[in-house]
């Protein structure tokens, strides 16, 4: 029998599998899935949903790199995470890791099972509470935002509740049981090989990041608008800028095409240099200081804004 030498003790595999699935039960922590309708019924309560179709499909569109979900700290949101598969997914049997990047040790197991075959309600684990996760909480309200950003407009919420059920030590051998069993129903076409091609691409990531980290840091202070956009068609942002700016006169509206821009990658930040000198007729009309506030995530929230929302279908018409 194999023998390994683990922190100096000389265990077989049966013993190290052993100790590794008693730290499992040691470390984990389990919550309830609940989709709840984001409307109140007369009675002033939220029905619940069962439309977890939704999520599948939320699920295997981040899967298949379509539309991916976004994991942030709930209390720092400048603090992003990557998930990794491990495996497939099998009709919402899904086993994956959540961490940083710039710390490959800081990571957590999520176990996802909407078709449970022995609890027989939808439930999710996590495993490993390292740096960034030793309040399961934290990592729970991440996950629930990630999904909830993806359920937008479809009527219905993820909602996280801590569960400790009676047979608490049942879930790992549930998710094999459900996994094999929704295996057995799967299309062939829907089943996508994680693993090698997501680990080579982690690691071609990971080699550029350092190659950029190792180039010196040039600071832009051109005062040229086109410098800071990232789009292939600049002249086609400008013009998007002279018509969306047409007409306001406020802070947060002659701010907002900049944010818009910014938020959705088409643009780096650009400096209020830069938008003096191609919007000349602007001087007077906001400051630096204001403009810098109203381009800044940090800073200030569009999330209510409606004409930020419409500048979206504007943006599509116009391009």
């Not at 002033?44 to 981040?62: F, H, I, N, T, V």
């Not at 399961?136 to 996950?143: F, I, S």
């Not at 479809?154 to 996280?160: M, T, Y």
């Not at 821009?261 to 191609?278: G, R, S, W, Y």
């Amino acid at each position: 029998m194999e023998k390994r030498t683990i922190s100096g003790n000389l265990l077989s595999r049966g013993q190290e599998t052993s100790a590794h699935r008693s730290q499992c039960f040691r470390k984990s922590k389990l919550y309830k899935m609940r989709l709840i309708h984001t409307h109140r019924t007369i009675f002033g309560d939220y029905p619940r949903s069962d439309q977890w179709e939704l999520l599948l499909k939320a699920m295997k569109d981040d899967l298949h790199k379509r539309k991916l979900l976004k994991f942030r700290h709930p209390q720092d949101k400048e603090k992003v995470f990557q998930r990794h598969y491990i495996g497939n997914q099998a009709n919402g049997v899904v086993l994956m890791t959540i961490g940083q990047e710039k710390k490959p040790t800081d990571f957590s197991f999520v176990w996802i099972v909407l078709k449970s075959a022995y609890y027989g309600e939808p439930y999710l684990v996590f495993v490993k509470f390292t740096q960034s996760f030793r309040n399961p909480d934290n990592l729970a309200k991440m996950v629930e935002c990630a999904f909830n950003w993806e359920l937008q407009g479809k009527g219905v919420e993820l909602v996280l509740e801590p569960w400790t059920p009676k047979e608490n030590t049942m879930w790992a051998f549930d998710f094999n049981m459900s996994f094999i069993k929704e295996m057995k129903t799967m299309d062939p076409n829907d089943l996508v090989l994680v693993g090698y091609e997501d680990v080579l691409e982690d690691y071609q990531m990971r080699l550029a990041r350092k190659e950029e980290i190792r180039k010196p840091k040039v600071i832009k202070k051109s005062d040229d608008i086109v410098t800071y956009i990232l789009a292939d068609n600049k002249e086609a942002i400008v013009q998007f800028l002279h018509r969306a700016l047409m007409s306001q006169k406020t802070a947060k509206g002659i701010a907002r095409p900049f944010r818009f821009l910014f938020d959705h990658q088409l643009t780096e930040h650009i400096p209020f240099k830069a938008v003096m000198k191609e919007f000349p007729e602007l001087k007077g009309l906001i400051k630096e200081r204001s403009y810098n506030d109203w381009t800044n995530p940090n800073s200030t929230s569009y999330d209510n804004d409606p004409q930020y929302k419409k500048m979206k279908d504007t943006f599509k018409l116009f391009s």
